[in-house]
RNA sequence: GGCCCGUUCGUCUAGGGGUUAGGACGCAGGAUUUUCAUUCCUGUAACACGGGUUCGAAUCCCGUACGGGCUACCA
């Protein structure tokens, strides 16, 4: 039987990064064994509904490379894909679980129960209160019909015997024992129509043909409840596999990464810009950060998972090729923002500078600066060594887009004496007289030029860097004049003869 | 509180009865480089604690502590 796997989130608001990692981990391991990768929007809850949401994790996906074999706008041979729109789907189910005495229609309200709650924290609805709650358990049935018809409001509950075990046999934390006593019977069929997640999920799972449960830890407690409904629901034999995946942690302190952390530690939890509810102040993502997609997917891919090897660079097809469940581990990792920074380096050092130019235009374009894909394949190339994020190709190399406006006046202090003045004149003519500005050809001959002259490189580089640059940081100085071009280099190396003179004068 | 899950350098992790406990990030130092960076080398630093089992335990078992998740007509 093929694999098939599903992400299933909740347009709640952004995805965020765990989010991803679980989309990213049921992405390899389906494509790791031929199979499918499912996208299921899980919108049954009308309340928490926050339009964009959807489309922003299908932005997201796409983005980062993950697309769906079957989703709500591929769609696909067991659609819709869209919970909200499958809802005579569950309550035909949830009927067939009323019809065979595994579930039960509750007709205590919210309220009744959160008073229950108050009085007594430990309330569970379950073995122990059911048969003393407005239920059709132990209501006369003319009266819970007579309810049910007037409708009154109502829920469809699990109907759960105790005193069973539930045995889960996970595929990363291996065997789970859970005493059906201890479960609540929870609510499979809300007032509203709308399936709860556990119905819903386990009749799309098992509709959808899906063979591998990959989600998050906060679901390992509700499996019980889930193996229960494929029980209760006769789909035992075909019941997928499950795997819990840790959480990702705050970076430091205690709990999960959670979406304040992103403005706390000045990291993004999101792939891509959220604009942030009800007065919330947006998100940068990822993607806004200057992050490239495989370096995020290549973090967080070893965030909790550990190939053999001690390879750490993967590409996708790499991480299909090394993906496997039960290298995935049982505890939570922490959130490294130093790890992601540098696996973006590598990435960025990797990649070739026509790709990067294309990534740095929009930048280049926003600034005003010039951003011809020429020149900005020249500025990736001499910077991709040199940069964090790809902002750091605009914001780090300014120099090579607008002219020096501040000098490092101490390196100038250091280096710089009066009567070099002719001899700078002699390199500025050698600059503007050179017939190659192709880096190589360019040092070459300055080179030459400079040995004619006598004139030292230990004493003149930091001058023509100066003069290209204004710090001491960046590229080599004949990359920078290359990429310059033979105009600029030479009104760069004559506004700089001003200044250093004009320095030692004041 | 109850139920469930976890615990190896600061962080991500490898290993899993006898190892100098390995790698990566970070940090520190060095080499290369006309600068910065890259690259390379070196260093720093860990088996939560207590009991067992065993010739031997970081590794197996039990407790404790700590951390995490769940405990909604949310997912």
Do not use: C
């Amino acid at each position: 039987m093929s694999v098939r796997v599903r992400f299933a989130p909740s347009p709640t608001g952004a995805l965020h990064i765990g989010g991803v990692r679980t989309a990213l981990y049921n992405y390899l391991f389906a494509k790791k064994n031929q199979g499918q990768f499912i996208l299921r929007v899980e919108d049954t809850d009308q309340t928490r509904y926050v339009p964009g949401a959807e489309e922003y994790i299908v932005e997201a996906l796409e983005w980062l490379g993950l697309q769906a074999d079957e989703s709500p706008a591929k769609g696909g041979p067991h659609g819709p894909y869209r919970q909200s729109e499958r809802k005579d789907l569950y309550a035909q189910y949830a009927e067939q679980l009323l019809q065979a005495g595994k579930a039960y229609y509750a007709f205590d309200t919210p309220e009744e129960l959160a008073a229950l709650r108050d009085k007594e924290p430990n309330f569970t609805y379950n073995h122990s209160t059911r048969g003393q709650l407005r239920n059709s358990l132990n209501l006369p049935e003319a009266e819970w019909r007579e309810l049910l018809d007037s409708g009154a409001p109502s829920v469809v509950r699990l109907l759960i015997e105790p005193n069973q075990e539930i045995l889960i046999d996970d595929l990363i934390r291996g065997r789970v024992v859970f005493q059906s006593s201890e479960l609540d019977d929870k609510v499979l069929l809300k007032n509203d129509g709308m399936p709860t997640y556990h119905l819903a999920n386990i009749v799309d799972d098992h509709l959808m043909e899906i063979t591998h449960v990959i989600r998050g830890e906060e679901w390992l407690s509700s499996t019980a409840h889930h193996v229960l409904l494929y029980e209760g629901l006769g789909w035992k034999d075909t019941m997928p596999q499950f795997a819990h995946l840790p959480l990702i942690l705050k970076p430091v302190g205690n709990g999960k990464l959670s979406k304040r952390d992103g403005a706390k530690f000045g990291i993004p939890v999101f792939p891509l810009y959220w604009a942030g509810q009800e007065g919330e102040d947006p998100y940068d993502g990822f993607r806004e950060a200057g992050f490239l997609p495989e370096a995020v997917l290549n973090f967080l891919a070893l965030l909790g998972w550990h190939p053999e090897g001690d390879q750490e660079l993967f590409t996708l097809g790499e991480l299909i090729d090394a993906f496997s469940i039960e290298q995935i581990n049982k505890s939570g990792a922490r959130f490294d923002y130093d790890k992601a920074k540098w696996f973006n380096e590598k990435y960025i050092q990797q990649m070739n500078p026509a790709a990067l130019a294309r990534l740095i235009q929009p930048q280049a374009v926003e600034k005003g600066y010039r951003s011809d894909l020429d020149f900005l394949e020249k500025v990736a190339a001499m910077m991709q060594e040199r940069v964090t994020f790809i902002d750091g190709f605009v914001d780090q190399a300014y120099y090579l887009f607008e002219p020096v406006k501040t000098y490092d006046e101490g390196m100038i202090g250091k280096k710089w004496k009066p009567e070099l003045a002719p001899a700078f004149e002699a390199l500025t003519e050698a600059f503007g007289a050179a017939d190659s500005y192709d880096a190589q050809a360019l040092e070459e001959s300055i080179k030459v030029f400079m040995e004619k002259e006598e004139l030292k490189p230990g004493a003149i580089f930091p001058l023509l860097r100066l003069a290209f640059a204004g710090t001491m940081k960046g590229p080599a100085i004949f990359d920078m004049a290359a990429a310059l071009g033979k105009e600029e280099t030479v009104n760069r190396l004559k506004s700089a003869l001003l200044v250093f003179n004009k320095q030692l004068a004041g």
